[in-house]
């Protein structure tokens, strides 16, 4: 019998916006994988897809050069620039 998925708890709780270097490139790994389908995808401005499985909807989207860490304590840090607003100067 295969797992069903009930939740997803990504790190800061937001699981329609999980960062991927490339859409495109990830989807298959959570098709193939871990048995998503995708239901929606979108283009601008930054590339999206929304994969679902059972009752669990996670979203990935391309993350213009944010990157994870892992420390040896299990603590997970989020590295990256701030993207400007462009609403004048602060």
């Known amino acids: ?5 009930k939740s997803a708890s ?6 329609m916006n999980l960062p991927v270097a490339d859409v495109g490139a990830a989807v298959p790994f959570y098709e193939k994988v871990m048995g998503f389908k995708v239901v929606s995808r979108q283009d601008l401005p930054h590339e999206r897809a929304v994969l679902a499985r059972d009752s669990v909807q996670i979203g ?3 993350n213009g050069g944010q990157f994870f860490v892992v ?11 701030r993207l400007a607003t462009g609403g004048g100067s602060a």
């Open 1 to 5: 019998m295969a797992a069903v998925f």
């Open 10 to 15: 990504p790190y800061q709780k937001d699981a």
């Open 60 to 62: 990935l989207a391309e």
């Open 71 to 81: 420390a040896p304590d299990g603590l997970c840090y989020c590295l990256g620039e």
